[in-house]
């Protein structure tokens, strides 16, 4: 029986579902620089690729040596082929242009280069986040493109995954009609289709949150923690797991493969920021991601793909995973 690949999952989509030949082929440049950072990350002390910078992002975190690499690796790869208007990534203050020795397309791409990246040094399981989007029609305008063409609710994105890099390096996609996942097969160098209409529980009995950070939590989330923890005796009647890996991707990556729920919320260290993670860049293709699994994902009072993005960097809280739970924390908020 012969093996799906990427590519071929990818034709027979725009065969028989109308995806377009240019997303398609976006896709495909996507995932080949995902393969290369795979290759970096594989390397880790051996290619000298460990240890940070010196230098912060504009989210004011101090940068790792690959999420520089990373960075590069899609920007360079993303820039030449035809099928992009712009691009943004969370490492970059400002819209990244095409430049204009190459072709202009009609897609904009938006990525988190090396998601968890705190966790390369100790050998954990980080990703690359990626989302696609429609670039408006700019009636003939020349010049950059501004950073409010990116400025576009999760629901207009018309892609959305993330490969995550661990003990197999896998690529998890949606392109508005289900979720499929990939596994790189390093013999072949080709991402074979692996797990098939990924589905997310209703139901779960694990969670991630980080605890160490639960008296800086708002009322609703200690009032539903709490009862998570009070287990099999407690209002929710069945006992609870708590899992906390501190990589986006990775603790995306279990709730996708046999459910669960993810949580950052906001919390009272920094009042003025709504959440600690990026809309654009990690709470809007992930969000993507589990509702097409049949999850749910929300800020706390509202479905984060309903969100305006008002900047490139905003922030945002985060539950998403199995829908019983997401709706359970979410109505805490509301009352």
Not at 73 to 91: D, F, P, R, T, Y
Not at 133 to 155: K, M, V
Not at 235 to 248: E, F, T, V
Not at 254 to 263: A, C, E, K, S, V
Request: a negative charge.
């Amino acid at each position: 029986m012969s093996r799906v690949t990427l590519s071929r999952y990818l034709i027979e989509q725009t065969r028989s579902h109308n995806t377009p030949a240019d997303l398609r082929f976006l896709i495909e440049v996507v995932a080949r620089a995902c393969k290369e950072i795979s290759h970096a990350v594989s390397k880790g002390a051996l290619g000298g690729v460990l240890g940070s910078m010196g230098t912060e992002n504009v989210q004011g975190e101090v940068q790792k040596k690959l999420d520089v690499i990373s960075n590069e690796i899609l920007l360079e790869a993303n820039e030449w082929g035809g099928h992009l208007a712009g691009m943004a990534s969370e490492e970059m203050d400002n819209a990244y242009q095409i430049p204009g020795k190459y072709p202009k397309g009609a897609y904009l791409l938006v990525f988190d280069p090396l998601d968890g990246s705190s966790n390369i040094d100790v050998n954990v399981s980080v990703g690359t986040i990626f989302s696609v989007l429609r670039c408006p029609d700019r009636n003939g305008a020349e010049g950059d493109l501004g950073e409010e063409a990116f400025l576009q609710p999760g629901t207009e994105q018309v892609a959305a995954g993330y490969a995550i890099y661990g003990p197999q390096t896998m690529l998890m996609l949606t392109l508005g009609d289900g979720v499929k996942g990939f596994t790189l097969d390093r013999e072949m160098g080709s991402f074979v289709l692996t797990h098939d209409n990924i589905r997310v529980p209703e139901s779960t009995a694990e969670f991630a949150i980080n605890m160490s950070n639960q008296r800086h939590w708002e009322a609703p989330v200690k009032r539903y923690v709490s009862e998570l923890l009070a287990g099999k005796e407690g209002p929710l009647g069945k006992n609870y797991n708590m899992r906390w890996i501190a990589s986006m991707v990775a603790d995306v990556h279990r709730i996708l493969t046999r459910g669960g729920l993810f949580m950052y919320p906001r919390d009272a260290r920094e009042p003025e920021k709504p959440g600690k993670l990026r809309l654009m860049y990690e709470a809007n293709p992930m969000s993507m991601l589990i509702e097409q699994a049949g999850g749910a994902a929300t800020n706390g009072t509202q479905r984060i793909l309903d969100i305006q993005p008002t900047s490139l960097h905003q922030r945002v809280a985060v539950f998403l995973g199995s829908k019983e739970e997401v709706e359970r924390v979410t109505a805490y908020h509301q009352d």
